[in-house]
């Protein structure tokens, strides 16, 4: 059986359709739609949450979604350890729910922000990132005005040393670099994962690089660990 | 008369128009049948002024699926079972009263007119004027309007594909924001804004509040002093609430229980339901005591005023009701049925049992139009025939490339474009700053529509008939260079006082210029607007048309960007025999303006060598004969060069000699030139398409390292030209990052 992915939609969510054809016309999986308003994720392997403006981002982004009926299960399917994936408004969502430790505040420079971006994978490992190798550089987009990743010194130290910082902005070379964090997060921080690695949420958005014409495919490395993940068979690179 | 001047003027109707309506009516008009009239007579909704020209405009060809001006938008096919349905739309007003909500509302008011087709709005672009950069209301205005523009744009979750903007000093107290949208529609999907006898009017999405009211007949009708004085009647968007009534609307369209769809713009209500029953030939009974608000006390003349944001207009069957409420239920939406539309031509509107209006919908829906005759400009004597100031010292071409290239006019515009989400809905093949027009493919199909929108108030101002020609030749000119057939475009005429035999006369010879170049050309225009009364203590804008286009690639894999693919690729000019400056060219072009100062000369077009022109760009791109494609536009045949290896990352040596004035040659703007590099090999090939087309090319050199140089002309490092093209706007806006 093809691993099922559940692609979450709350109201204002608008990457729901490029995740939908990225996971099954270009990578071949099986997903769903499941509506806000869905209490249960029975038959699912995997859940992403995509980007999009739910709720509108009135109060604070993913204040509002952290309360929707499905997100109970949600916080379950993460506790038994089933594979999460927030990107842009998802990643917000989940530290909104307490998924991930952290907090996504306005931009430094208080503009929205559409533009290609490079990333370090900093951690090359299942679920999310194994097919990539360690270290490497990937370019994928991002497209938001809420991505400045702040967590308090002693958390920021703790996630570190577990390796839950998942992917940082980074220069050409992968090293730190003047003008290459968009945003102003903390120590660059693109992405991160719970302590048991089997929640990610990124700001980027993979589902935008999944086929040339679009760009490039960094995107789809993401989507490739996943399934190898779930099948149980070593990621093809 | 019992009526009041002032009454009169808040409504923005003459005495003779008032005198019409009593002869209409057979009596005089109560409070509510004024404001009815007053909203659907105002030059907004009822085009009096323009009508008679926009006649003149060629509305159908091959492809146009629908009458320009009966609907919402204009709808073309493009093949594979596919039809693009587009339109543009004025919010000048507003943005100079509120610019972020008067342009977010703009964005807003597109969409829906979009959505009301039944069709997925897949993109959006905007045409922006201000006054010069460093006024501080400029300023202002520039950051609310663009902030205005992402806050909704990206919210709503529809790709910000293109657009341009332009300072002049004439747009100081009168910016120009109009925007664009663009739907996809499957064939057999098109929904109609007409409400046949027996359907059911159900309104859903925002309740009704006092915002926005006599936004069509003040604020867009007329010209105002103050913009203190106006600003209740800007609206205020919400684009979370439009987003959710995109997506239930499109599921009730689906869901096949419509008659039809409006959406809720200028005059509110008023305009749409009654609209909506004009179309049908039918009448409507409607009840305001049933249109949900969210304030009280508001009166029934309130009500069918209110321009309050983020409503849709459903024309349900009936019967089919409780399914389109239970669709609008599950997106956290509410539809209140209002009314119906019955057989006869009267609009009776009740507040519960008491009757409050009852008028002929023929009378309310066909304003009076007018054609007050055009008195040419007196200053075009002076400026049409001014002496040209003298060229610079040759030495200089270099560091005037690099000035020039800076220009708030011309610099780069990533630090707009970049706020604009411009990937979401993973269409975007060709994204802003890579080309002339961006390109979105379709998806199920291996086709590809590239859509552009262009205009140039200073050509329109030195000669308005040439303007509009070269605006619709532009705007088709940038989707031609992606390689796509254009195949239709909109307009949006952004004029002054039309009671001056001035602007009037702008506003017909432009009208003239537009009709003509579309003929020309062989696109129709399927739909537009019309912004009258852009001015300020009396001094009226430049007349600015804007155009939007639309063009269609066979196959999405032929497209063209403009900048330079790779080294040792041969550049060539296409459009001209050899690089020869004319003093002429120089008419009206941003070097004349921004280096020396001057505003002067007369724009002209050759039509037939821009269709040429663009038949021989949409060929070579078919035959994949081109590496790059780039029009050759603002800051002339140097600045597409410097641009194309901006673009591309890619320098070039040119050795074409410079025969004329030099300065002309090299930033002069005459017209139906592009700037291509194509691959050695393909040089037979190429040349012998353009001989076939009868278009003149000229080989300028050859791609490649890091300078841009021409031989006894000028050697610039890219590094240098990058500096100015990409800090020019920021700098120019004293905006920092």
């Known amino acids: ?237 | 008369m019992s009526v009041s001047q002032e009454q009169l003027d808040a409504i923005a109707l003459s005495r003779a128009e008032y005198e019409l309506i009593v002869r209409k009516l057979d009596r005089e008009p109560n409070e509510v049948e004024l404001g009815l009239f007053g909203a659907l007579w105002s030059e907004h909704c009822g085009y009096k002024h323009s009508k008679p020209l926009l006649r003149l405009l060629p509305t159908t060809g091959a492809g146009v699926q629908i009458e320009a001006g009966s609907e919402n938008a204009g709808v073309v096919d493009v093949g594979d079972g596919l039809s693009v349905v587009f339109k543009v739309e004025s919010h000048n007003h507003p943005s100079a009263v509120e610019p972020y909500q008067g342009a977010a509302t703009g964005v807003g008011g597109i969409i829906r007119d979009i959505l009301a087709m039944g069709a997925r709005p897949v993109a959006l672009l905007n045409s922006l004027r201000f006054g010069p950069p460093d006024d501080p209301r400029t300023r202002r205005l520039f950051e609310g309007v663009v902030a205005g523009i992402s806050g909704y744009g990206n919210c709503v979750g529809v790709p910000d594909v293109g657009g341009e903007v332009v300072f002049d000093p004439s747009y100081a107290a009168n910016p120009l924001v109009n925007a664009m949208c663009v739907g996809i529609l499957p064939q057999g999907g098109l929904v109609r804004a007409a409400a046949p006898p027996g359907s059911t009017l159900m309104l859903a999405g925002a309740p009704a509040g006092r915002d926005g009211i006599h936004g069509a007949s003040g604020l867009a009708s007329r010209t105002f002093e103050d913009d203190r004085e106006m600003r209740p009647t800007v609206q205020v968007g919400d684009p979370f609430l439009e987003k959710v009534l995109i997506e239930a609307c499109l599921e009730i369209a689906a869901s096949g229980c419509l008659e039809g769809m409006q959406d809720l713009g200028a005059a509110g209500l008023t305009s749409s339901a009654i609209e909506s029953a004009h179309r049908a030939g039918a009448g409507l009974e409607l009840d305001v005591a049933r249109v949900p608000r969210r304030e009280s006390g508001m009166t029934p003349y309130e009500v069918m005023l209110s321009e309050s944001q983020e409503r849709m207009l459903l024309i349900v069957k009936p019967g089919r009701e409780p399914e389109a409420e239970a669709i609008l239920e599950r997106w956290g939406l509410h539809g209140a049925v209002i009314g119906l539309a019955v057989e006869g031509g009267a609009v009776r509107i009740f507040d519960g049992a008491e009757p409050v209006a009852d008028a002929p919908v023929s009378a309310l829906a066909d304003a009076p139009q007018y054609r007050p005759g055009g008195a040419r400009p007196f200053y075009f004597d002076a400026l049409q025939n001014a002496p040209y100031p003298p060229p610079l010292d040759a030495s200089e071409a270099g560091p005037l490339l690099v000035r020039l290239l800076g220009s708030p006019n011309i610099a780069s515009r990533r630090p707009i474009y970049r706020r604009y989400d411009h990937e979401v809905q993973t269409n975007t093949l060709i994204k802003p700053g890579a080309a002339d027009a961006a390109v979105l493919r379709l998806r199920g199909s291996e086709r590809a529509i590239a859509v552009a929108i262009d205009g140039n108030g200073r050509a329109a101002y030195l000669d308005p008939y040439a303007g509009g020609a070269r605006a619709v030749a532009e705007a088709c000119r940038n989707v031609a260079a992606t390689g796509a057939k254009p195949l239709a475009v909109t307009d949006c005429l952004n004029f002054g006082d039309p009671q001056k035999p001035e602007v009037y006369y702008q506003l017909e010879q432009c009208v003239r210029g537009i009709a003509d170049a579309c003929a020309a050309l062989g696109v129709p225009v399927v739909s537009g607007n019309v912004s009258l009364y852009n001015e300020t203590r009396g001094e009226p804008i430049h007349p600015t048309p804007i155009i939007g286009a639309v063009g269609v690639l066979a196959r999405a894999d032929d497209r063209l960007a403009a900048g330079f693919a790779a080294p040792g690729d041969l550049v060539y000019l296409l459009g001209a025999p050899g690089v020869r400056g004319e003093e002429a060219d120089l008419a009206g072009s941003e070097y004349l303006a921004f280096c020396l100062g001057q505003v002067s000369g007369r724009p002209v077009i050759d039509l037939n060598a821009e269709a040429r022109l663009q038949a021989l760009l949409a060929r070579l791109a078919e035959n994949r004969a081109l590496r790059s494609a780039h029009d050759c536009s603002d800051g002339g045949l140097a600045v597409a060069v410097a641009e194309s290896a901006l673009i591309g990352g890619v320098g070039a040596a040119l050795d074409a000699p410079v025969e004329g004035r030099w300065d002309a040659a090299l930033f002069g703007e005459a017209a139906s030139r592009a700037i291509v590099s194509l691959a050695p090999g393909k040089e037979t090939e190429a040349l012998a398409l353009a001989r076939e087309a009868s278009v003149p090319a000229a080989k300028l050199g050859v791609t490649g390292g890091a300078r841009l140089t021409w031989r006894g002309v000028l050697d610039e490092p890219l590094e240098a030209l990058r500096a100015s093209w990409e800090g020019g706007l920021n700098a120019a806006l004293g905006r920092t990052g």
Do not use: K
């Open chain 1, 1 to 237: 059986m093809a691993p099922r992915f559940a692609i979450v939609v709350f109201p204002g969510t608008w990457s729901d359709r490029d995740w939908m054809r990225a996971l099954t016309e270009v990578a071949g999986a099986e997903a769903e739609y499941v509506f806000h308003l869905e209490r249960s994720l029975r038959g699912f392997d995997a859940v992403i949450l995509p980007g999009g403006f739910s709720y509108g981002d009135y109060l604070r982004p993913g204040a509002i979604a952290r309360f929707s009926p499905i997100m109970p299960s949600i916080a379950e399917f993460a506790r038994a350890g089933g594979p999460v994936l927030g990107s842009c408004n998802g990643f917000q969502v989940l530290c909104e729910a307490g998924l991930l430790p952290g907090a996504l505040m306005r931009n430094r420079h208080l503009e929205f922000r559409c533009q290609p971006q490079l990333l370090r994978v900093e951690r090359a490992t299942p679920p999310f990132t194994s097919a990539a190798a360690p270290g490497q550089v990937i370019s994928v987009p991002i497209s938001h005005g809420d991505g400045n990743y702040y967590a308090d010194d002693d958390t920021l130290a703790r996630m570190e040393a577990n390796g839950q910082v998942a992917l940082r902005y980074c220069g050409a070379d992968g090293l730190p670099a003047s003008g290459a964090n968009p945003n102003g997060s903390r120590a660059d921080i693109a992405g991160v994962t719970n302590e048991a690695g089997n929640v990610l949420g990124l700001m980027p958005h993979p589902e935008r690089v999944v086929e040339e014409a679009l760009g490039g495919v960094d995107g789809l490395l993401f989507i490739r660990s996943m399934l190898a993940a779930l099948s149980g068979s070593p990621a093809a690179v």
